[in-house]
């Protein structure tokens, strides 16, 4: 599959980016190379690969859920960049 400057142009009116000529030239070769091994990861014959939910069979487990003492909620209130009434005040972001 071959992704065109027409392509990187499209995503990036949708991303909002503005892009330079060379960008989109350098971006649209990038993009094809990437789809390119994608197509040829998807060729691989795993039928006898098991499904695994990790990579190694000997990576480390989850660490036991041991609740330990966190900082005073005064002092983190006291690093914010504003707070009132003992907790964090962050501008509005949604309407």
């Known amino acids: ?3 065109t400057r027409a392509d990187v142009e499209r995503v990036a009116a949708l991303a909002r ?3 330079t000529d060379e960008e989109k030239d350098l971006f649209a070769h990038q993009l094809a190379h990437i789809l390119q091994y994608a197509d040829e990861v998807r060729g691989i014959d795993t039928s006898g690969v098991a499904p ?7 990576a480390p487990q989850q660490r036991d859920d041991e609740p330990v003492p966190s900082l005073p909620r005064d002092r983190v209130i006291e690093s914010a960049p504003e707070g009132a009434a003992g907790l ?3 501008p509005r972001v949604l309407g």
Do not use: I, R
């Not at 695994?52 to 000997?58: K, N, R, S």
């Open 52 to 58: 695994t939910a990790q990579a190694l069979a000997d």
């Open 88 to 90: 964090f005040k962050v």
């Open 1 to 3: 599959m071959s992704f």
């Open 17 to 19: 980016l503005a892009l």
